[in-house]
């Protein structure tokens, strides 16, 4: 059964790094997202993508945070200047084209930052 | 004040014992809500997806139904293996005519055997 993919499956960096979190999608799938959830709270909304440009963000997504789909396969987000307080689980969905909003996850990123 | 709203935030049953769990929410322009069962350290795997009231969906042991402003996700007879985090999420109108998807801080679930 097809499932996203994302890599590494743990980062650590230091306060000020950039950092590049990547993403495979399930490959017939048009809508892609970005979530983070910090140690013990909620899945929260960063970014949604189709069609090659952002269709909605969050508060959350600040200057600080891009997207991008470089290729047919990948999706990634890049934090450009990390702080402490970006210290979670970042995790990648996608939705397939039929319009249900069904959302696949996948397994997440544990970004540590020191 | 969060959107969405879980309760109760933890529950523990007794294998066999069944129970409902509720997700209420606030936002306008309802897209979808949607339930998702997460297991620690792992992302959020989709259970249901429903977008209108009154209607129901159904798998294996859990049964989704929606209101106008709520939702319940009833588990009958649960076996240990449904311990997990249970999450309700919408799907409503955001300003760039996309959706915009607001989660709830769940329920966590344990089961007894």
């Known amino acids: 059964e097809p499932e996203v993919t994302q890599t590494p499956s743990h980062q650590v960096t230091q306060m000020g790094q950039e950092v590049i979190l990547r993403c495979v999608p399930i490959?017939?799938?048009?809508?892609f997202y970005w979530y983070r959830q910090i140690l013990g709270q909620k899945v929260e909304f960063l970014v949604s993508?189709?069609?090659?440009?952002?269709?909605?963000k969050s508060e959350i997504f600040d200057d600080q945070f891009s997207v991008e789909r470089p290729d047919g396969s990948n999706f990634t987000l890049k934090i450009r200047s990390t702080k402490l307080e970006d210290s979670a689980m970042y995790f990648c969905?996608?939705?397939?084209?039929?319009?249900?909003?069904?959302?696949?996850f996948g397994p997440g990123t544990r970004l540590t930052v020191t | 004040e969060d959107q969405v709203t879980q309760s109760p935030e933890a529950l523990r049953l007794q294998e066999g014992e069944s129970s409902s769990l509720n997700c209420s929410y606030t936002?306008?322009?309802?897209?979808?809500l949607f339930w998702y069962r997460q297991d620690p350290g792992k992302g959020p795997e989709f259970l249901f997806t429903?977008?209108?009231a009154g209607e129901e969906k159904e798998k294996e042991r859990l049964k989704a139904t929606l209101t106008k402003k709520e939702s319940f996700l009833h588990i009958t007879a649960p076996k240990p293996e449904d311990s997990a985090t249970y999450l309700c999420?919408?799907?409503?109108?955001?300003?760039?005519?996309?959706?915009?998807?607001?989660f709830g801080r769940g329920t966590s679930l344990i089961v007894h055997p």
């Open positions: 969905a996608s939705t397939p084209p039929a319009g249900t909003y069904e959302q696949y």
């Open positions: 490959s017939n799938h048009l809508y």
């Open positions: 993508f189709y069609n090659n440009e952002i269709s909605e």
């Open positions: 936002v306008s322009g309802l897209r979808g």
């Open positions: 429903l977008y209108s």
């Open positions: 999420a919408v799907f409503w109108g955001g300003s760039g005519g996309s959706y915009i998807p607001t």
